[in-house]
Structures are given as C-alpha cells and as structure tokens.
C-alpha cells in the first residue's frame, strides 16, 4: 500500500517544545522500531525504519525510542504506510534510556567508596597516634634525671622501650597493611563508578509521534531519517582467463558508518548522489566598485537547540543539586549527579555548587552534547565527550572527488506546461541479500554485482615512454554497466596482476583498461639520424631525425598489436615541421600522433621506421 501521508518535520522550528510534559507522557504508548533498508550516498546514509502499533480510536500518543542522537533533525519524515490513521504531529527528543538503573548502582559504589574513605582515615589517625608514641619514646633519654638508672634498673627500662616500640612498630606495619589493601579496593572502586558514568551518558534520540485513528486497529509506520556518518567508495575486482574473451568484472564496495546504531540484516542501497552538496542556485548580488568586492549574501540564520547533559561530581562521588544555569535555562543535578538542559546552540552553561569554584562552558553543537564537570574549592573542570566515534577511515582519507551525473538537456516543458522540469540521473545500486554494517567506522567490502563481459583484448606499446608491452582490455558500451571511478585489482588466469583504475568521466564510447605488462613481448625505440644542417644563406636552422621501432614476440601464440608514436606540432609560424616518412602509421595531423596495428605471429618481428624535420627562423631546436 502507498503511504497515506509522507511529512517533512522540519524539527528545528520546534525542538524548544521538545521536552515532553508529565501530562503527555501519560497516554504514552511506546513501539519498538526496526531498521528495514539503508541508502548510502557517498557522504551520509538515509535510514529506514518501520514500526508496528496497535492504535485505539481517537488520538494516540506513540513514543519510539532507541534512536541514534546523530540524526538530522531537519531530514527526519515519518509515514502511515497502512492502518486508518491521520498523521497529527511529530516532536523530537533525546533521552538516556538506562540512567537510573546505572544511577543506582553507582550511588552504591559511591557508598562503598565513601565507607572506604571513612575506613582509611580511621587507619590513619591510629597510624599517626603511634608515631607520636614513638616519638616520646625515643625522645625520653632523661627519665633517671642527674641520679641516673642502677645497672639493672636501666636493663627494665630497656627492655620496656624496646617492647613498647616493637608493638609500636608491629602495630604500624598492620595499619599501613589495610591502608594498602582499602586504597586498593577504592581505587577499583573509583575505576568501577566511572565506568558506570560512562555507561550512563548514552544518549537516544525519541519520537513523540500522534495519530489520529478513526477506528481500533493495527498501524504500520515508516520513518527515515538522515545521519552525516556514514560512506561508501566503489571498486573491483577484473578476473581475465586465457582461454576466452570475457572478462570477469565484479563490482564491489567499502561501506563504513559510525552513526551510534548498527545495521543488522538490512536492505542496502549504494546511492551515487551526494546529498551534503547544497542544491541550491547560485545568486550574482550587485558587483560594485571601487571597492571591488562583492556584497555578502547575509542570510538570517534559525536559531537552533541542543541538548547538553552529563555528570556534575566532586573528586568523591556525584552531587546532588548542583546548579545548571544558561541564561533562562538552568535545572539541577538528581541524586545521580545528572543533568540535562536544552539550551540554544553557542549558549555558554553555568555549573555551581556550594564551597567549590563555579565553572562555565560553551555548548556547540548538533541535537546531544556531553558535558561532565568535577566541581572543587581549588579548580573545577569541564570534560566534553563527543557522541560521535571520531569517524575516520580509509573512504574519508582517500575518497575520489564525487559529481553528480547530468543529462544533456537540463530542463524541459511539453504541452502546455511552461514550468521547467529538472532531469538528473540517480543511479541506485542494491547490494543482493541482507546486509550488516556495524557502528565501528571501519571499511566492510560489500559485493555489489558479478558481471561478465565480453571484451576484446589488445596489447598496447608506447615505446617513447616505456619499454613494456601492455595487455589492455577494451569494453564496449561500457556506460551502460554503471561504472564510477575506482582501483581496480586485476587478476590474470587467478594469478594478482597489480591495480589499475577506472576513469569513468571518459567521453569514449569505448572504455580501456590497463590489465599489465606482458613479458614475452619486447619492444625497442631507436635514433637512427641525428643531425643539423645550416643553409647557405643562413636564413634558417633544420633539425632531422629519423626513428626506428623494433617489436618481438616471444609467444608461442598471435597477437595484434597496436604502437604509438610522436612527431611534433608546430604552433609558430616560424617553426615548421614535416613528416617526411610516416612508416606505414595512421595519422593524426592535429595531434602528431602515429598508430600502427600490428598482427605478429610466434617469434615474428617487425620493424618501423618514421623520421620528420623541424625548420626555424631563430635557433635551433632539441627535438626528440
């Protein structure tokens, strides 16, 4: 069934009212969602989603979670694909979803930890009372006075001290034993409530989606939405045998996302539209002078919200009710040290709680932005934690520069209908079956399409630039396969020849590509005449040279051959140049360039032969 109402929520121009009130979130139902197909452009994905609900009569609240907060709110378009139900709104949110259970456990390690602590100090100051005791010991070297100790009077006093600072000592040593042992404790416990901070600040992004349904009944939705993280550059693998003409040529592709979701058997889709190019027309503003410079084109900009949330703690555990202001805005921290405000994008954020410094950060950003702050009477901080992954792999490092394909004839009208129409062509690979991309930013090779062709095989020889003979493989109506430019690994009876690439931006009907250097064919340019001679009226200077090309085939099989050579074009009039001898060769005047096909039989070789001049009024030339 076509969808019944496709709307363009443009989330921007409402997410202020996107804190959901108690009063809504009573009707709520929620509805679980499930990625269905997945169109990836050269930069950027658009994600499908399909969701499945039982509505009541009347107007319904669903709520779908589980979204990743890196979406474009502007992108985003939700659907009735079937049920008797009216599309009434959408708002848009971002929530943490498991919060409280992780809040809850990490209010217990922090009551551990603070046990700890109390532990420690207690060890502590027993510690410290001993030293003191130690210290009057040591330091009672006149309790005889001027009478002094009789011989065994002064043995019992001995051996009091040292018993008493032996236990000292022994008594010491178990202190520092525990203080170890619970530091130790308190450090994993630390290590343990961080982690579980971390584990707390995963944002999701909701939709708060009413329906108006005229009757009771099941409601299928659709809803898209477009995520910048995401890419996929082409390129193949040309399988060649021997024994026939066709070439194997598999069409394959590097998709990576890092879009906070991942892809789990889905319908892939490989796009060659880029959607992040403005579409918009270029405008010529008043070009004036004598200041040469051309008005900005100032446009006003609309005011755009973001979500920023986190942890406010000190260097112990989370704190309760400390302070979040920006401007109007402000909340404070639950007995998790949890926050979150929605305050406008560039907005500067205030964070103060009692006998510690306040501290402020500026929140830029799209949709989400993490913020844990550590409040402390000497020096408070404010760590910012991106919800992306740092999306960088192979296709963003190395991604070949993307056109979209136009045709000829831009606009068009027929009849009487005066509006011009837009043709362009989007060209949409499927990849076959079901797909998986994890959010990990790395490359996966997906397998696009197997083809074979039937191409026809030349070697090819450019002996001015190259001793080495090359086997290439020409594709007839190449455009109709739908190639983009690409490396292509090249494989000859299964054994890796080595990369080529595709140019598909050719205007040639026929396409070349370079397969690699046959060994068995041998090819060798040779000046056979250098010379200069000067006129006896000394009116100009002529340069002659005469080439010799020498090919050898070593196979024992037949092969064409085509060579290519050169002899100069003059653009002066007062250089001139003749071809004295073409040697048999095709000629492209304009562009001074000799072709010979050759068909050489085992062990055949050939040799050709072409020489030209070069005459000028004012010096002589290095020709080659």
Request: hydrophobic fraction near 35%.
């Given at each position: 069934m076509n969808m019944k109402t496709i709307n363009n929520i443009l989330l921007s121009a409402v997410v202020g009212a996107t804190l959901l009130q108690p009063a809504e979130l009573m009707a709520v139902t929620e509805a679980t969602s499930q990625i269905s197909s997945v169109m990836v452009y050269p930069e950027g994905a658009m994600v499908s989603r399909k969701v499945s609900?039982?509505?009541?009569?009347?107007?319904?609240?669903?709520?779908?979670?589980?979204?990743?907060?890196?979406?474009?709110?502007?992108?985003?378009?939700?659907g009735v694909k079937s049920g008797n139900a009216t599309l009434v709104g959408v708002k848009y949110d971002v929530e943490v979803p498991n919060r409280k259970a992780i809040g809850s456990e990490i209010r217990k390690l922090s009551d551990r930890n603070m046990l700890l602590r109390d532990s420690i100090d207690i060890y502590q100051y027993k510690h410290d009372v001993l030293d003191k005791?130690?210290?009057?010991?040591?330091?009672?070297?006149?309790?005889?006075?001027?009478?002094?100790?009789?011989?065994?009077?002064?043995?019992?006093?001995?051996?009091?001290?040292?018993?008493?600072?032996?236990n000292i000592v022994t008594l010491q040593y178990g202190y520092r034993k525990q203080i170890d042992r619970l530091q130790e404790e308190l450090n994993i416990g630390e290590q343990q409530m961080n982690l579980q901070t971390e584990k707390q600040i995963e944002p999701k992004s909701c939709l708060l989606v009413s329906l108006e349904a005229a009757s009771a009944g099941n409601c299928e939705l659709e809803i898209q939405y477009f995520v910048e993280e995401a890419s996929w550059m082409p390129f193949y693998e040309a399988r060649i045998?021997?024994?026939?003409?066709?070439?194997?040529?598999?069409?394959?592709?590097?998709?990576?996302?890092?879009?906070?979701?991942?892809?789990?058997?889905?319908?892939?889709?490989?796009?060659?539209?880029?959607?992040?190019?403005?579409?918009?027309?270029?405008?010529?503003?008043?070009?004036?002078?004598?200041?040469?410079?051309?008005?900005?084109?100032?446009?006003?900009?609309?005011?755009?919200f973001v979500k920023v949330l986190g942890v406010v703690r000190d260097d112990k555990a989370p704190l309760k009710g400390a302070l979040?202001?920006?401007?109007?805005y402000k909340t404070e921290t639950d007995e998790n040290g949890f926050y979150e405000l929605l305050v406008p994008s560039g907005s500067n954020v205030d964070y103060s709680y009692k006998n510690t410094r306040s501290v402020s950060n500026r929140v830029m950003g799209k949709n989400v932005k993490i913020c844990n702050v550590e409040l402390s009477s000497r020096k408070s901080q404010v760590a910012e934690k991106s919800v992306g992954l740092g999306y960088s792999n192979y296709i963003s490092q190395n991604r070949l520069a993307v056109n979209n394909v136009w045709t000829d004839e831009l606009f068009s009208s027929s009849g009487n209908n005066n509006v011009p129409q837009m043709l362009y062509r989007n060209v949409v690979s499927p990849v076959p079956g079901k797909n998986s991309v994890p959010d990990d930013g790395a490359d996966h090779e997906m397998l696009v399409e197997d083809i074979n062709i039937n191409a026809e095989y030349t070697y090819h020889a450019v002996p001015k630039?190259?001793?080495?003979?090359?086997?290439?493989?020409?594709?007839?109506?190449?455009?109709?396969?739908?190639?983009?430019?690409?490396?292509?690994?090249?494989f000859l009876n299964n054994?890796?020849?080595?990369?080529?690439?595709?140019?598909?931006?050719?205007?040639?009907?026929?396409?070349?590509?370079?397969?690699?250097?046959?060994?068995?064919?041998?090819?060798?340019?040779?000046?056979?005449?250098?010379?200069?001679?000067?006129?006896?009226?000394?009116?100009?200077?002529?340069e002659e040279r005469d080439w010799q090309i020498t090919i050898k085939n070593n196979k024992q099989t037949a092969v064409r051959i085509s060579v290519e050579d050169q002899y100069p074009v003059s653009t002066n009039s007062d250089v001139k140049v003749e071809?004295?001898?073409?040697?048999?060769?095709?000629?492209?005047?304009?562009?001074?360039?000799?072709?010979?096909?050759?068909?050489?039989?085992?062990?055949?070789?050939?040799?050709?032969?072409?020489?030209?001049?070069?005459?000028?009024?004012?010096?002589?030339?290095?020709?080659?």
């Open positions: 609900v039982r509505l009541k009569n009347g107007l319904n609240e669903i709520k779908v979670p589980l979204l990743t907060p890196q979406l474009d709110q502007k992108s985003v378009q939700v005791e130690r210290n009057l010991l040591l330091k009672s070297d006149n309790i005889g006075g001027n009478q002094g100790f009789t011989a065994s009077t002064l043995q019992g006093v001995t051996s009091y001290v040292r018993a008493d600072l032996t045998l021997q024994k026939n003409n066709s070439l194997h040529l598999v069409k394959k592709a590097y998709v990576s996302q890092g879009s906070k979701e991942g892809w789990k058997d889905v319908d892939l889709l490989l796009s060659q539209n880029n959607p992040t190019i403005s579409n918009k027309k270029p405008e010529l503003l008043r070009y004036e002078l004598p200041y040469n410079r051309l008005k900005p084109n100032v446009q006003e900009k609309q005011k755009t979040v202001t920006s401007g109007d630039l190259s001793k080495d003979v090359y086997l290439v493989a020409s594709i007839p109506n190449w455009k109709d396969l739908d190639l983009q430019d690409g490396a292509v690994k090249l054994m890796f020849m080595g990369e080529s690439f595709i140019n598909a931006r050719q205007t040639e009907d026929t396409l070349l590509l370079s397969v690699g250097v046959d060994k068995e064919l041998a090819v060798e340019r040779k000046d056979m005449r250098t010379y200069s001679s000067k006129n006896l009226l000394k009116t100009s200077n002529k071809l004295v001898n073409n040697g048999g060769a095709k000629v492209n005047a304009e562009e001074g360039k000799l072709t010979w096909v050759l068909n050489l039989k085992p062990g055949e070789k050939k040799e050709l032969r072409f020489s030209y001049t070069v005459k000028s009024k004012d010096k002589l030339y290095n020709v080659e």
